[in-house]
């Protein structure tokens, strides 16, 4: 069982930045592909970012493509979400996410474990 833990999340303003963490318990998840989605309040969970194993490939929302990054350092088990030029609709839990049969995938349903998700408020 692969736990996901997600720090970094906070308030910020409109035009700032935070980065995001997602720590994993096991140290297998260094050969998976993980995601990064959120959830707006009364909004379906939508698709951030995806890295493959090796950070060799990323992809990208059109509404975050560069402005956010994604990124993992596997001896540290972490991936991470650099969120810049952030908005008043940036405004989600963020939910970190590793997929074990699939490679650049935006399909939540292609991802088997899921972190509890941080807070990211930003204000106008």
């Known amino acids: 069982q692969v736990q996901l833990v997600e720090s970094g999340g906070g308030l910020v303003q409109a035009g700032g930045s935070l980065r995001l963490s997602c720590a994993a318990s096991?140290?297998?998840?260094?050969?998976?592909?993980m995601g990064w989605f959120r959830r707006a309040p009364g909004k379906e969970r939508e698709f951030v970012a995806n890295i493959n194993w090796n950070g060799g490939s990323t992809r990208y929302a059109d509404s975050v493509k560069g402005r956010f990054t994604i990124s993992r350092d596997n001896p540290k088990k972490t991936v991470y979400l650099r969120m810049n030029s952030l908005q008043p609709e940036d405004t989600a839990v963020y939910y970190c996410a590793v997929s074990l049969y699939y490679s650049g995938s935006s399909r939540p349903d292609d991802y088997d474990y899921w972190g509890q998700g941080t807070q990211v408020t930003v204000s106008s």
């Open positions: 096991e140290r297998t998840v260094i050969n998976y592909d």
